[in-house]
Structures are given as C-alpha cells and as structure tokens.
C-alpha cells in the first residue's frame, strides 16, 4: 500500500524558508505525478504545488516564484522549498499521489 510521509514543517518568521520532504514507499514513484496540498484552519484544501513524472511543474498563483517542488527518483521523495513565506502561507501541507494523502506537517509563518 501507498504510504506517504512528510516532514520538514515549523515556525518561522515572515521572510523566512522552510523545506518540506514527503518520503514515499509502496508505489512506484519515478513513473507517479506527485503533488503538494495544504490546507489552513478553517478553509478547503487546495492545491500548491505539481511535478510529473518527467518533472514538469505546476504552481499556484499564490506561490508562483517563491515555493519549489522538485523530486528525487533514487530516494522516492518529493521536496517543496518554500521561500519569502508570509503569514497566509501558514497551514497544513500534504503529499498526494495516487489518491493517497499523507498525515500532513505543519507550517506557521508568524513573528
């Protein structure tokens, strides 16, 4: 079975960066599209971030020049670089491929 499991997560200060990792296993990851969601107190899950498996990617407009996604193939593991956070960037961040979801890590951008 697919498991997904991230890390990465903190507090930091507006300005600040912070690099998240979602290790996989159970799947086969160099041939799986892989995505990064987050999800803040009181709002609906939404995506942030896309990578293919060739390694073309997909950015919401609210991070577009400031987060990174990129992959791994020889570890399974995805990574979302995450630079010039500001306080809205504060949420719950989840790994999905395959319909499957991780536990999520949390990121709280506050001075």
């Known amino acids: 079975q697919v498991q997904l499991v991230e890390s990465g997560g903190g507090l930091v200060q507006p300005g600040g960066s912070l690099r998240l990792s979602c290790a996989t296993s159970?799947?086969?990851?160099?041939?799986?599209?892989m995505h990064w969601y987050r999800q803040a107190a009181g709002k609906q899950r939404e995506l942030v971030a896309s990578?293919?498996?060739?390694?073309?990617?997909n950015y919401a407009e609210s991070v577009k020049g400031r987060f990174t996604i990129s992959r791994d193939n020889a570890k399974a593991t995805v990574h979302l670089q995450m630079d010039s956070l500001k306080p809205d960037d504060t949420a719950v961040y989840y790994c999905?491929?395959?319909?499957?979801w991780g536990q999520g890590t949390l990121v709280t951008v506050s001075s």
């Open positions: 999905n491929a395959l319909r499957s």
């Open positions: 990578i293919t498996s060739s390694g073309s990617t």
């Open positions: 159970g799947m086969l990851f160099r041939i799986n599209d």
